[in-house]
C-alpha cells in the first residue's frame, strides 16, 4: 500500500533554498529536448488563454508565452516565483501566483492548460481530485498536456506513468487523446475536452 502524501510547500521551499535551478532547467540537455518537444506537442500555434500549473523559474513558461495571449504561471514556491518573474520580466503577456496546486487552482477557464513535470508530486487519490479541477476550467475544444519523467523518484508518491495512466482512466470517455509519444525518460500526452 503507497502510504506516500502529496509533496507540500514546506518540500519545495526545501529544494529552492538550496538549489535556485535545483532539476537544471537552465542547462540541461534533456529539459531543452523536452521544451522543444512539448511546444511542438501544442495542437494550436496560439491559445487565448493559458493556465501553466508549477512553473518553477520560468524555463517553459518562457516559450509558452509566444504561444499564448494571457498565460497565467503559478507555482507554490515565492522564491522560483520571483527568479521565474526576473527571467521574463520583458514579456507582457504573463502574470505569475503564488497557489497550490489543486487547491488554489484559479477558476477561470483556460484554452490550454499545461501539466509538466508536477502531478506525480501528489498521491494518487489528490490527482484524481485535481483532475475534476482541470477538466471543470477547460471549454470545449480546451486542451491539457500532460509531460512527465518516467523513472520513479523515492520522494514522489507515484511515477509519471501512473499520472498519465489515471488521467486516461478518468477522461477517456470526456476527453479525447489527440497527441502521445514516449522518450526514454519521459511522456507526453495531449487531451482535448470533447462538446
Known amino acids: 500500500m503507497n502510504q506516500k502524501q502529496s509533496l507540500t510547500s514546506d518540500y519545495f521551499n526545501a529544494v529552492y533554498e538550496s538549489n535556485e535551478d535545483p532539476w537544471d532547467f537552465e542547462t ?9 518537444s512539448t511546444i511542438a506537442a501544442l495542437p494550436n500555434k496560439h491559445y487565448e488563454s493559458v493556465l501553466e500549473v508549477g512553473c518553477s523559474i520560468g524555463v517553459l513558461t518562457m516559450l509558452l508565452a509566444q504561444h499564448s ?3 497565467l504561471a503559478i507555482d507554490v514556491s515565492q522564491k522560483a516565483l520571483d527568479i521565474a518573474a526576473r527571467r521574463c520580466e520583458k514579456i507582457s503577456n504573463i502574470t505569475f501566483k503564488k497557489a497550490s496546486f489543486p487547491k488554489e487552482l484559479p477558476e477561470q477557464q483556460f484554452n490550454l ?8 508530486y ?13 477538466y ?8 491539457v498536456v500532460l509531460v512527465h ?8 508518491p507515484q511515477t509519471g506513468d501512473q499520472v498519465h495512466d489515471t488521467f ?3 477522461m477517456q470517455h470526456k476527453m479525447e487523446n489527440i497527441f502521445s509519444t514516449r522518450a526514454e525518460s519521459y511522456r507526453i500526452d495531449v487531451w482535448g475536452k470533447l462538446c
Not at 501528489?122 to 482541470?134: F, N, R, V
Request: charged share 20%.
Open 168 to 170: 486516461q482512466k478518468l
Open 113 to 120: 492548460i499545461m501539466i509538466s513535470e508536477v502531478a506525480y
Open 136 to 143: 471543470a476550467r477547460l471549454p470545449s475544444g480546451g486542451h
Open 28 to 36: 540541461s540537455e534533456y529539459e531543452a529536448a523536452k521544451y522543444v
Open 149 to 156: 519523467w518516467l523513472p520513479e523518484v523515492h520522494d514522489y
Open 69 to 71: 495571449t494571457n498565460l
Open 122 to 134: 501528489l498521491t494518487e487519490t489528490d490527482w484524481q481530485s485535481a483532475i475534476g479541477c482541470l
